[in-house]
């Protein structure tokens, strides 16, 4: 499967990049498309929500917003395509559907009234959507070859299926027709004026007809919103699309990563691989390193000792009271990193257990090793995933 993802990959035009949150989804997207790029004559974006500013320097990404940055390249010999990088920003992604949407004159009540002004950049449940919405506009370009989507962070990985065909609800729910009625019913008024007056008194009558206006105007782009939702969603289930999710071998990232990996399949969704980020090295389990580990704890003062002794028999110029000093610190150092080792082998064996549930084949997981490393350079966020080639 290691040697073969890549060239799976490199076939599709859209790869989505789905997991819990806090599991370095956005490195590995950023890593993934990089690979991509370097080793594809091909032109390569990746969709990015909130990185963190050394991955963002890294990529070129200090202007960040939607319109895609071309990465430099130059510092990596022999790469074959050109990478892009691009943001996905709130407000913009929502100035640019209703500019895309509405028209002039809904744009302009929209654009003014305060309710969009301060719901636009932090919309309830809205990064998911947005994110389909910038994939929309980008790949509708047709500019790129491959396009790595790195899904918003959230509780559930599911959200960003689920994001079209949740605005498509909101469109039909009794929610928006009941905030639109009053634009478009005397009776509605009449029989709701009780509930409106002491509405009134708690909330101001300003703010409900500003409320009530930008959901009519809201709801007059109903028809643009569910075209570009369809649109999506059938690219998210068309051949063009697959998944890769990605995980550490923890219990909460790996229950969310199988019940992920359970929904594609049973939505007929595509499974490319699954990346375990973060893991520790296998040699923690090897048999002489664990040998000489439990020798040591057994028998540490005893070592200690005859270490003391041997190197004052070879320095008989040293004060034995030096020797006497220097053995509990040497003792405390030599506790301390046998205690690291024997708690980090323990930890590798959990990580076996865990990534054992993870619902696919050992062959199609692709493990990725704790970098040390500074992701700010290119040649080392390439490291993490060169290997699927």
Not at 101 to 129: G, K, L
């Amino acid at each position: 499967m290691v040697d073969s993802l890549g060239s799976k990959l490199k076939e599709k035009s859209v790869i989505f990049c789905a997991g819990a949150g806090g599991v370095g989804k956005t490195t590995i997207s950023a890593s993934l498309a990089l690979t991509l790029a370097v080793h594809e004559s091909k032109s390569v974006l990746v969709i990015t929500v909130d990185p963190a500013k050394r991955l963002a320097g890294a990529l070129g990404l200090n202007e960040l917003g939607n319109d895609p940055i071309e990465v430099d390249l130059s510092e990596i010999e022999g790469h074959k395509g050109r990478l892009y990088a691009a943001m996905v920003d709130m407000k913009e992604s929502w100035d640019q559907i209703v500019e895309s949407c509405a028209d002039t004159e809904a744009q302009e009540r929209i654009f003014a009234n305060p309710i969009y002004q301060n719901i636009s950049s932090q919309f309830v449940q809205s990064h998911d959507y947005i994110a389909v919405e910038v994939l929309y506009d980008l790949y509708g370009r047709g500019d790129f070859d491959l396009i790595v989507v790195d899904t918003p962070p959230s509780r559930n990985a599911i959200d960003f299926l689920d994001a079209p065909k949740r605005m498509e609800e909101f469109f039909s729910s009794k929610l928006l027709r009941w905030l639109t009625m009053p634009y478009r019913s005397k009776v509605f008024v009449s029989a709701f004026k009780p509930f409106n007056a002491v509405a009134e008194k708690i909330l101001g009558s300003a703010f409900l007809a500003e409320l009530a206006e930008f959901f009519v105007d809201f709801q007059s782009m109903q028809e643009g919103f569910l075209e570009r939702a369809r649109t999506v969603s059938k690219l998210i289930n068309s051949d063009q699309a697959t998944f890769i999710v990605i995980s550490t071998a923890s219990e909460a990232p790996i229950n969310e990563a199988s019940f992920f990996i359970t929904e594609l399949f049973e939505r007929n969704l595509p499974l490319a691989g699954v990346v375990i980020n973060r893991c520790l090295p296998q040699n923690l389990l090897d048999r002489e390193v664990a040998s000489s580990a439990q020798k040591l704890d057994d028998s540490q003062n005893v070592l200690v000792a005859k270490l003391m002794g041997h190197y004052l028999k070879e320095y008989p110029s040293i004060d034995e009271d030096i020797g006497r000093r220097l053995s509990p610190i040497i003792n405390r150092v030599l506790s301390e990193v046998n205690s690291n080792y024997l708690g980090l082998a323990e930890l590798y064996s959990s990580e076996i257990a865990y990534k054992s549930k993870i619902g696919v084949d050992s062959a199609e997981i692709i493990e990725v090793a704790q970098e040390r490393g500074d992701i700010s350079s290119l040649p080392n966020l390439l490291k993490m995933l060169n290997d699927i080639w």
